[in-house]
């Protein structure tokens, strides 16, 4: 599987307000002296140097590794680093060299009577260029966080950004290696909590969360993150929770890579939440939902996954707009299964609620080698509504909406040749190189792209979109024209037709019915006349 996200290593240095203080950490530093202004006199203790910053200053910390000191804050237990200030606290030379260390030993279990977070962080600090290891949230007023965490007295999360968090514990509580913070270019790997492995309650921009797991005590949900967590530009694989969401439980995903992740019961790539622009690929569930369970998806790709019950791709699934559910596979509903609306969707069978779908396979690239772009002739070009587009770009960062018309799927094709759904154009036969777009095929006055637009059928020249003879009575007028229940029309009235604009709207957002839809104009002035007119309003 091609995959856009990188995690660069290389250290983010920040500005520096003119009028702040620099302080400097060195755990080989032979003659520590306050106030630690250069590297002479650097401290050897991270939280000693931070103590005598002031809003504004940077601390920069030399390689080596910081397993010594601590100092609890807001009855968090003890955290080997402690940021109550708005500063700046930075490596030089980036995570591969610079780590903080709690007091866990890595393979083992709690400690929890000693235990020692590797960093709180409090409102507008900045945490770059470390790796955070070894650290385990305790039993204080905040047992959350092993790897680094915020309180939630703090209004504003402190950034993290740039860090490794592995192998951090949040026994019987969440977010083993992070807790209510802003993490930024991060690896978040190997962490474990009673939900939430990798994360709760945090921003993630660019963050790749793997082999994370929610595994112990009172909650067993979310292997990578957990609650209300949101996600752009990230890669969640191989996490797993022994209940369910082994990708993520609950919140919002946007440009994410979900793969390989597992839940013992439902949601092995997500359970619940809103996933946008993303790829859920190979991820197993040990009941329901292989890809996702009870989730809400727009222009997503759900293939390749597996339910050992039912609902390989999904199950119980809320809205899903613009996607593709194909080739996973369960005992029962290969790829959908339970409720849920499906709208300009790619999947089979054809679900039994919603409109604009269609079964026809998907065409990608290289499905084998977990290359998901479409084909040329893929039937999901075009084939989606705008409507439902949030974003500007697909998951490659490429524009999301290229020949007017959005595409299924994760991934948009950037050179189509023809501007209408080629789902639709397949259907009837038509070629999607552009040739037959602006052809009245069926010669009933209409080209195929007015044809596709009114949702009509363009081999028969009776399936239009007309006016139909209007009826009167005490109500008002009621006004009948041809339709198809995929479509949402607007109406216009006009009483003269030689001012300009002669027309003016009266109703829009009104539902198609199969065959014909009515509209009753209540709101007429007797004397008349009136003229009606009809319009596509969504396709």
Known sequence: MRIRLQIPLSLVFFLMNASASVLYVNVNSTNPAPPYTNWVIAATNIQ????????????????????????????????????????????????????????????????????????????????????????????????????????????????????????????????????????????????????????????????????????????VFGGSVYGPCALTNCMLTGNSATGSGGGAYGGALTNCVVASNNASTDGGGAYGGVLNNCIVTGNSAGSRGGGTYAAALSNCTVVTNSSSMQGGGVDEGQTLLNCIIYYNSASFGTNINGGGSFTNCCTTPLPAYGVNNFTNAPF??????????????????????????????????????????????????????????????????????????????????????????????????????????????????TVNWESVNNRTYSLQRSTNLLIQPSFSSIHSNIQGQVSTTSFIDTNINRAGPYFYRVGVQQH
């Open 48 to 219: 000693d140097a931070v103590d005598l910053a002031s809003t504004g200053d940077t601390v920069l910390v030399a390689n080596g590794v910081y397993a010594t000191g601590g100092r609890s804050w807001y009855g968090s237990g003890t955290n080997r680093v402690t940021l109550t200030n708005a500063v700046t606290l930075q490596s030089v030379n980036g995570p591969a060299v610079t780590w903080i260390v709690g007091n866990r030993v890595a393979g083992t279990g709690p400690a929890l009577a000693n235990a020692v977070r590797c960093v709180a962080i409090g409102s507008s600090a900045v945490l770059s260029g470390f790796t955070l290891t070894n650290g385990e949230a305790g039993t204080g007023n905040y047992p959350s966080g092993g790897g680094v965490m915020q309180a939630s007295s703090i209004s504003a999360a402190g950034t993290v950004t740039n860090c490794v968090l592995a192998g951090n514990l949040a026994t019987n509580s969440v977010g083993g290696g992070a807790y209510r913070v802003t993490l930024i270019n991060c690896q978040i790997t190997g962490n474990s909590a009673g939900s939430g492995g990798g994360a709760c309650s945090c921003t993630l921009i660019n963050c790749t969360v793997v082999s994370n797991t929610a595994t112990s005590g009172g909650g």
């Open 364 to 477: 990608f690239l290289n499905q084998n080698g977990g290359d998901f772009h479409l084909q040329s002739n893929s039937p999901c070009i075009n084939a989606g509504n705008n409507t439902y587009v949030s974003t500007t770009t697909d998951l490659d960062g490429n524009a999301r909406i290229v020949g007017g018309t959005v595409d299924i799927g994760a991934y948009e094709y950037q050179t189509p040749t023809s501007i209408i759904s080629y789902a639709w154009l397949q259907r009837y036969g038509l070629p999607t190189d552009g040739s037959a777009d602006f052809i009245d095929t069926d010669h009933d006055g209409m080209n195929n792209w007015q044809e596709w637009i009114a949702g009509t059928n363009p081999t028969n020249a009776l399936s239009v979109l007309k006016m139909l003879a209007p009826s009167n009575s005490i109500s008002g007028i």
